[in-house]
């Protein structure tokens, strides 16, 4: 073996395909340039084991800088591949190897041990901000000036058990322990106390553990190397044993593991970034990118942001507490804080009293001015919306023409209340100062709403009109505190900034790393994927080589026939409303009808809901269609979770979904899951949106065609996402169908460009009465 082939000691199985053997070796090369390998690669043909190798080849290489592989994907599922695929690695490396430390970072929802068992007043709905409430607690009883040590809070705690647990004394009960991942804990289901305040006790010996000055590795109290990969059920079975918590865990072992995998968020969020996951953030090391064709409008959501009305509201409060003892200075009235503190506080920081009153006011005036655009823009689009609160749906009201770059409705607004820049600019720095005398003077260490309004505040004057676009977003929740004749019973509002074109974030992100993969099955035009990731950026700017591979399916072409039906386009002049007898309806219940028909499970991916429901209800009003027919509607994970297995189980069936769902992406259809999948129409978002029409003027400006960019390639990709469900390995075999005529010939709104060479070679357009032909050849071809 060579030292240029010496990954194959890595690589988990007997035999790479060939595309897995030129995919390491460009990814080597690449990364070694402190590039980034841009691969495209069908469904099934190991693009999980060709990043991990390639990743892991580079850790281990003594003569490399690399020091860990860090794993980001949008999708749970592709996240259990990986650790499959690490753990197949280990358990084919050599004897004398230690295996390759992994670690999967996932919420704190997912590891709490309170939280996975309801116990100690902690659930999904409030796990977040109990837990920040808890650990502050902790903190403040424990820390400088506190009351009490760690350890004291720690022994309290378990004492609660050995209190209990007296079985030989008539009476007395047997000890409860919290248990979770099959482990019990040292302490009870229920929160303790010291002096009547709440703490978390697994916090707590976390806190007592953790050296003042030193690595917080060192509070790990299991060898965790040479354990392989920790997945979170083994992370908090190994934690409740000794009775720490296991999100601190997570947090002191990341930077020490050779592969850690998660999301996007652990790199694009800059929440996570900067409180969680910054230590992975060097050139050190080396990203993979999976599902990559979801990076893009994942980053758009986490570098966009938002204040909310109740944050505003908050905010105000906050700055009016700190404001109120010193300009009143009157002891018997103000006690929330002292106001000899707070003018020292403010005479360290170089924010002034009349500063905070004046971004204290511009705060409360803005929430006013929000209060009067929501309630206008429901009187205008709602009239008599007071009475139909519960049917109100979720809205967004534009602050400027979203296809004209230009000074939005609140910052004109501010102009003309008088609101001058600095109290834009300032009202970050009088937000943090508030929260810390806050903080201080009740002696609480928690969250507070000024600096996160603040920092929005800052944000939205700071950024530009012509790639962020800002609106009211109205989202639909119910509050039965508020008044029932009050929007904010309905509605939560937020001040939104979009950031429509978020390339620059998402390059600057990958210029941290020191190379990498960026892999989907999806990718293509590479071209177009390049520019709005930031990638040409690195090439072009930074010198950063990026090298393009494209490797198509290389199972058995017998196994399966792919066509491009010549239907009227599915758009909504040609078809009509769901219920309209159309021809062009016609022409697509028959295909959708022949395709159904085929052996075996088959899944219909729609534009969208709405018509996914009369895909459905067309099917089951054919009687030559006998098979059972399930439609996914837009509902909860467990709903979705409970379809998936209705349709996996039993007897072959017709799974119905919008394109836009979770069914056909991430999704496993491996095996005799599924045989047949046909997509109608081209599923292109709702173009009438403003935030979208918003994203495409911004793209024009940046890439020349907006709707090529922010529109028609993402559609193209989901619809290439269902089909990819079909043919997953050499022995599967099935049919893939796309029904419209953009897919099937070259016109002006064409789509079939967007395919890949060998996807257009055989996806070969036939004629609508053709296809039942076609089908039928093909399966009397397989028995």
Not at 279 to 302: G, N, Q, W
Not at 613 to 639: H, M, Q, Y
Request: charged share 30%.
């Amino acid at each position: 073996m060579t030292e240029r082939d010496s990954w194959r000691e890595i690589f988990g199985h007997a035999e790479p395909y060939d595309e897995q053997v030129d995919g390491i070796e460009t990814a080597v090369d690449t990364a070694e340039d402190g590039g980034f390998a841009v691969v495209e690669g069908a469904c099934g043909t190991g693009k999980t084991m060709l990043a991990l190798t390639a990743g892991i080849h580079l850790v281990r290489d003594p003569d490399s800088d690399y020091e860990r592989v860090v794993v980001l994907t949008s999708v749970k599922q592709q996240l259990r591949q990986f650790e499959q695929d690490l753990r197949t690695i280990n358990a084919g490396l050599p004897d004398d190897w230690d295996p390759v430390t992994g670690l999967t970072l996932v919420g704190k929802a997912d590891v709490c041990p309170y939280n996975r068992e309801n116990a100690g007043g902690i659930d999904d709905g409030n796990v977040y901000e109990r837990c920040e409430s808890l650990r502050e607690d902790t903190r403040a009883i424990t820390g400088e000036g506190g009351s009490t040590m760690a350890q004291n809070l720690v022994s309290r705690a378990r004492s609660q058990q050995t209190g209990l647990a007296d079985s030989g004394r008539q009476g007395r009960a047997a000890a409860s322990y919290l248990e979770t991942a099959g482990e019990p804990s040292p302490y009870p289901p229920e929160m303790p106390e010291y002096d009547d305040v709440e703490y978390c006790p697994f916090y707590a010996q976390f806190l007592e553990e953790l050296p003042e000055d030193g690595d917080p590795v060192e509070a790990v109290p299991f060898d965790f190397d040479g354990m392989g990969l920790i997945d979170p059920e083994e992370l908090v079975s190994l934690s409740v044993q000794h009775g720490t918590c296991p999100h601190s865990m997570m947090g002191a072992i990341l930077a020490h593991a050779e592969v850690v995998v998660g999301n996007y968020y652990h790199a694009f969020d800059p929440v996570t970034t900067g409180g969680f996951t910054g230590a992975l953030l060097d050139d050190s090391t080396f990203v993979v990118c999976d599902e990559a064709h979801m990076l893009e409008p994942r980053v758009r959501d986490l570098v966009s942001d938002a204040v909310g009305d109740a944050t505003l509201r908050d905010a105000e409060s906050e700055l009016t507490r700190v404001i109120q003892p010193v300009k009143f200075d009157d002891r018997e009235t103000h006690t929330t804080a002292d106001a000899d503190l707070i003018r020292g506080e403010l005479s360290d920081s170089d924010v002034s009293l009349s500063e905070l009153e004046e971004v204290r006011d511009f705060v409360r005036e803005l929430r006013e001015e929000l209060d009067r655009r929501v309630t206008a823009h429901l009187e205008r689009e709602h009239r008599g919306w007071k009475s139909q609160l519960h049917d109100l749906p979720d809205d967004e009201i534009p602050l400027r023409d979203p296809t004209e770059p230009q000074p939005d409705e609140i910052s004109e607004w501010a102009e003309s209340a008088g609101h001058h820049d600095g109290v834009w600019v300032r009202a970050e720095a009088a937000g943090a100062v508030a929260a810390r005398i806050l903080n201080e003077a009740e002696d609480e260490e928690k969250e507070r709403a000024a600096p996160a309004a603040g920092r929005v505040l800052g944000e939205w004057y700071r950024n530009d009109h012509e790639r962020y676009f800002r609106e009211i977003e109205l989202e639909r929740t119910w509050n039965e505190k508020e008044p029932d004749t009050s929007w904010r019973r309905a509605y939560n509002a937020r001040l939104a900034i979009q950031n429509c074109v978020p390339s620059d974030a998402i390059g600057e992100r990958l210029a941290e790393f020191g190379g990498g993969v960026l892999m989907s099955a999806t990718l293509e035009p590479l071209d177009v994927f390049e520019e709005v990731t930031g990638l040409g950026h690195l090439r072009e700017e930074e010198g950063r080589p990026v090298v393009r591979r494209t490797y198509g399916l290389n199972f058995p072409e017998a196994n399966r026939e792919s066509f491009a039906v010549d239907a009227p386009k599915f758009t909504y002049d040609n078809r009509g409303a769901p219920g309209e007898e159309t021809q062009a309806r016609q022409v697509y219940a028959d295909a959708l009808r022949d395709v159904a028909r085929s052996p075996g499970n088959v899944l219909v991916g729609m534009p969208n809901y709405a018509e996914a429901e009369w895909a459905a209800e067309t099917l089951r009003g054919n009687p030559k269609v006998e098979k059972p027919v399930l439609l996914d509607e837009s509902s909860a994970d467990d709903a979705t979770e409970d379809l998936k297995a209705e349709f996996f189980g039993g007897d072959e069936k017709v799974l119905v979904t919008s394109l836009r769902g979770t069914l056909t992406e991430g999704v496993d259809y491996e095996g005799d899951r599924l045989h047949a999948a046909v997509v109608c129409g081209v599923p292109i978002i709702n173009t009438a949106s403003p935030r979208t029409k918003a994203v495409r003027t911004a793209y024009d400006r940046a890439f020349g065609d907006g709707f090529e960019y922010a529109l028609t390639v993402p559609a193209v990709r989901k619809a290439r996402q269902a089909l990819g469900r079909v043919i997953r390995g050499p022995e599967e075999v099935g049919v893939r169908v796309l029904v419209d005529s953009r897919y099937a010939r070259d016109s002006w709104d064409s789509v079939r460009e967007y395919l890949p060479e060998t996807e257009r070679e055989e996806f070969q357009p036939v004629s609508p009465d053709m296809l039942s032909l076609g089908l039928e050849r093909f399966w009397r071809g397989r028995e």
